[in-house]
């Protein structure tokens, strides 16, 4: 499977909905098994929670092993493979250590908390 992000994000991949639409896309394929490729080409701004949400939550049941081998990124710019390594830094500890998770969790909770009131 290979998917022009392009196509789906435009220039700007910013939004966590476009973000999810990925992720709905390609996680029963790599499930499966089966390699994906993720094409970046003329795509120029990032943000974290496009990247969350279309990688980071796969390492929430792909080991990070099988992720590497089976899902490719293509033409993704300099600044875009760094924000996406820490994303998957960072999904890679929160998926692994439930400390970190309930933390992380009980931290964004409370965020949550104080907008409202």
Known sequence: MNIKIYEITGKYAISA???QL?????HTELLNGHSVTLDFADVDVFVSAFFNLAIGQLLKDIAPN???????????????QG???TIIDNAKQY????EHQQAVDGAIETYALSLEA
């Open 17 to 19: 909905d476009m973000g």
């Open 22 to 26: 990925i992720y709905d896309q390609i």
């Open 66 to 80: 099988t992720l590497n081998q089976l899902l490719k990124i293509e033409h993704l710019t300099s600044t875009g």
């Open 83 to 85: 924000l996406l390594k």
């Open 95 to 98: 998926y692994s250590d439930p």
